[in-house]
């Protein structure tokens, strides 16, 4: 699951966003990615206590950087496992 919505950069907010999405899609291409957008439904990102620009893999809250790649997939290779 990755949040959007709002941010005061329009182009590197989406940069990092979709480049959390690639990271796990090379991990597992068949893994569902859903996006939920903090503009169309508040509901949703309110209930699951997230912030805009967050990223939840198999239910766990990712907390390294988009950037650091190794460690990003990392982490979300072990929440996969834990399946």
């Not at 996006?35 to 169309?40: G, L, M, T, Y």
Request: include cysteine.
């Amino acid at each position: 699951m990755i949040v959007c919505g709002p941010n005061g950069c329009p182009v590197n907010y989406p940069y990092f966003l979709k480049r959390m999405e690639r990271y796990v899609r090379e991990l597992d291409p068949a893994v569902p990615i859903v996006w939920i957008d903090a503009d169309k439904e508040p509901e949703k990102v309110r209930g699951r206590n997230v912030d805009v620009g967050a990223c939840v893999v198999n239910g766990h809250l990712m907390t390294s950087f988009v950037l650091d790649k190794k460690g990003f997939q990392k982490e979300a290779g072990e929440a996969l496992k834990a399946k």
